[in-house]
């Protein structure tokens, strides 16, 4: 029997870290049903999608990348079940002779692609707000002036080669044909926190309840001045940290662990005069994916933007970034008197015990 290998592409921002986390945690109970999760760490399959595109992420050489896709092949190649699941968002962006050498290498199995979709009106505010946490420097009223123009500039070529649902598909569907490909769209807020995962899990062949889809939330949002305070911040650092050092000071410690804990802050949105440009794009992106005759889980219809309810302001004022600025401030003096103490008592600790360890040994 041939085995079936589920490639899940992405995008980016489309509740790929959560997929890939109740995939991960449930690996073993995968395995016994059949269904090959690959990869000993959860970032496995980070690693090999870097090896195969050639990629740098942040502009850092990771040693551990090279000969990360061999390896993760090797698991698939090996693996004797009906399935196996392969999900990184990164895929999404591949160019052709990519896509082909991927293939190529699987040329043994039966390869699917799986590719989830959310709408524009939600998915550029929080590209660019993963753009922001990951180092980047240009401005949202900027990003927006790019994805809505003629395309041009780093972000939107990188954005529109992610997120033109009907241009990934199309270009996935090359060398597999549409009968391969199967779109899962994102579900709107307010649905069932699960069913994301349920209608990822029907198109891999498994049942959704079998597995526990409750993951902690770890690819926290910021709001719009947080984002922005963060966004100067990369600016006034400049090229200081490296990627390691930036990753865990700053995207995992300023923004995702910090900022991300201020509540009531108002999020980046779509502007109030640029909706109309984002309902058209939407619409012609839903007419050519009908027309390509994919799978489609879930509905297109989800794909239309969604603004929420504020007033699409699409910039911050000054003030609000000073507040965010003067409250992570705060936090961070607080959080080092804290471990300032409990520095302090564990070496009170240390001293003490060696005192008492010396005086047994001097009294008789």
């Not at 490639?7 to 921002?13: A, D, M, N, R, T």
């Not at 870290?17 to 073993?28: D, G, K, M």
């Not at 196996?84 to 896509?99: D, F, K, N």
């Not at 058209?280 to 239309?304: F, N």
Request: charged share 25%; net charge neutral; hydrophobic share 40%.
């Amino acid at each position: 029997m041939t085995t079936r290998v589920y490639l899940h592409i992405g995008s980016p921002k489309t509740g790929t870290t959560y997929l890939q986390s109740v995939l991960f945690q449930n690996r073993s109970r995968l395995r016994s049903a059949g269904v090959l999760y690959p990869g000993d760490t959860a970032d496995a399959h980070f690693r090999a999608t870097l090896d195969l595109r050639g990629l740098a992420f942040g502009g850092y050489d990771d040693p551990a990348v090279t000969g990360a896709w061999p390896h993760l092949l090797g698991r698939i190649r090996d693996w004797g079940g009906d399935a196996v699941v392969v999900s990184h968002e990164l895929l999404a962006g591949s160019r052709a002779e990519t896509i082909d050498a991927l293939l190529a290498d699987l040329d043994s199995t039966e390869v699917h692609v799986l590719l989830t979709a959310r709408d524009l009106g939600r998915q550029v505010p929080a590209v660019w707000q993963e753009m922001v946490k990951n180092g980047q420097t240009l401005s949202y009223p900027k990003y927006l002036a790019q994805v809505t123009g003629a395309r041009q500039g780093r972000g939107a070529r990188v954005f529109w080669r992610q997120q033109d649902t009907a241009e990934v598909l199309a270009r996935w569907s090359r060398p597999l044909g549409p009968e391969r490909l199967h779109l899962v769209t994102v579900p709107p807020p307010g649905a069932a926190p699960t069913l994301l995962w349920e209608r990822f899990a029907s198109v891999v062949g498994l049942e959704a309840a079998d597995y526990d889809a409750e993951v902690p939330r770890t690819n926290v949002s910021l709001g719009l001045a947080e984002a922005e305070l963060v966004r100067q911040v990369n600016a006034a650092l400049g090229d200081r940290l490296d990627w390691p050092d930036f990753a865990a000071v700053v995207k995992g410690g300023l923004a995702e662990r910090l900022l991300a804990a201020r509540e009531d802050t108002d999020r980046a949105q779509v502007p109030t005069e640029q909706r109309a440009w984002f309902d058209e794009t939407a619409e012609q992106m839903v007419a050519d994916v009908r027309r390509g005759g994919y799978d489609v889980v879930g509905d297109l219809e989800e794909l239309r933007p969604w603004y929420g309810d504020g007033d699409g302001a699409g910039s911050p004022t000054r003030a609000a970034v000073n507040d965010a600025a003067t409250w992570a401030l705060a936090e961070l003096l607080v959080q080092q008197a804290k471990h300032r103490r409990s520095t302090g008592r564990r070496l009170a600790a240390r001293v003490s015990g060696r005192w008492r360890r010396a005086a047994r040994r001097l009294l008789p």
